[in-house]
């Protein structure tokens, strides 16, 4: 189950070339920081970086609404000034974890690391539906971001509704900032819709539209893209919340840990919809030895968890392990949320590879 995959090719693009999609998983060094540096943040494009500038930039709020309007970015950071709301937010790719699956589901071939913990400031989207007077009939808003291209043989731009209640979520942000910078290219900018809790593909990078609909919305990113579907069968709905699921930060794998001494093992927690994480533990299984540690649900033993940054960051642990006897070890992770959610012995396959989060696992060998 090593993660192989720090250097990948798939679909990968450079950072300038504008007509590719640029895809990239954070480095697992910048996983140790609780803030997720902006240039480390893991990438995921469809279509390549549209080119918009803050001076063009407008958004534009219609469908059922009463009062229709746009809005550009200057009017939008002076919003900011009076309602800025900022949250750490952990972002998730849905198919992060998805080379675990057997057999491996078509898609990126993501390790564990499509995802990071930024701090975003914006503006809640509340208030400027407000402003539009949605009607009552509405039932989602349908985000659109400026990018476009060809899926499944169809031109499409990326869109992506959310529910009117997650919509207007005091937490859903238009967010201009990330870890106080103005936003990067790569990520959004000038703003993105960010959407704590809910897996990344609801976050819209270069945002330019939103618009009430009284129908579900079906384009391709929510009806056949980035939905579960268990066989080849009927989709069963896009994704929506982040499972609950841990990473092993320390140590890196296949590192040599001597008998006797402590080693820190320690990791990343997160859930989604804002649910805390309530436990992690940590077990070692010694290949060479048939006991001890082994099968089941026995030698779980409880991580030290650090408060979060916020409601939406995820959350530090560490377990102090002190290897008595040489061998192959592989060290485990389980996170379990407020909610009882706890992350599954193995990956739990679908068609297109979503939420992915078994238990968390690290080689290392005792010297
Ligand atoms: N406009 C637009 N927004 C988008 C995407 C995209 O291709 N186009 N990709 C989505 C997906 S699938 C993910 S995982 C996140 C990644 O955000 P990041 O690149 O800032 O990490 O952006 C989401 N927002
Ligand atoms: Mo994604």
Redesign the pocket.
């Known amino acids: 189950m090593a993660d192989s995959s720090r250097v990948w090719c798939h679909g990968l693009g450079a950072r300038d070339d504008h007509d590719r999609p640029y895809n990239a998983q954070t480095p697992s060094a910048a996983l140790a920081e609780p803030v997720t540096p902006v240039g480390a943040?893991?990438?995921?494009?469809?279509?390549g970086i549209p080119q918009t500038t803050p001076r063009r930039w407008r958004l534009r709020l219609g469908g059922a609404v009463s009062a229709p309007f746009g809005i550009g970015y200057d009017e939008l950071l002076a919003m900011e000034r009076r309602e800025r709301r900022e949250l750490d937010v952990v972002?998730e790719?849905a198919g992060n974890g998805r080379s675990l699956m057997t057999p491996r589901p078509p898609g990126l071939p993501w390790g564990q690391r499509?995802v990071?913990c930024a701090h975003f400031a914006g503006v809640p989207f509340r208030s400027l539906a407000t402003r539009a007077r949605i009607e009552p009939t509405a039932l989602e808003i349908v985000f659109t971001?400026a990018?476009s291209g060809t899926v499944h043989g169809r031109r499409t731009v990326?869109e992506r509704s959310l529910p009117l209640a997650v919509a207007l979520h005091p937490d859903t942000l238009l967010a201009t900032h990330m870890n106080g910078e103005l936003l990067a290219p790569?990520?959004?900018a000038p703003v993105r819709l960010v959407v704590p809790g809910r897996y990344?593909?609801a976050?819209?990078?270069?945002l330019v539209g939103a618009r009430a609909v009284t129908v579900p919305f079906t384009g391709v990113f929510q009806a056949e893209d980035y939905v579960y579907v268990a066989s080849r069968g009927t989709p069963e709905g896009p994704v929506t919340t982040v499972r609950v699921k841990s990473l092993i930060t320390a140590p890196e794998p296949d590192t040599a840990v001597r008998r006797g001494h402590e080693v820190t093992v320690r990791g990343r927690a997160w859930s989604g919809d804002g649910v805390p994480v309530r436990r992690v533990e940590v077990r070692s299984e010694c290949e060479d030895d048939g006991d001890e540690d082994r099968g089941g649900d026995r030698g779980w033993r409880d991580a030290v968890l650090e408060p979060p940054t916020g409601p939406y960051a995820w959350t530090g642990w560490s377990y102090r392990w002190t290897p008595q006897r040489p061998g192959l070890y592989r060290l485990l992770a389980r996170a379990t949320d407020e909610r009882g959610d706890t992350q599954p012995p193995r990956a739990p396959w679908n068609a297109h590879g979503y939420g992915c989060n078994p238990v968390a696992s690290v080689e290392v060998v005792v010297v």
């Open positions: 943040f893991f990438v995921r494009d469809h279509f972002m790719c499509a990071g971001g990018d990326f790569e990520h959004g990344a593909v976050d819209v990078k270069w």
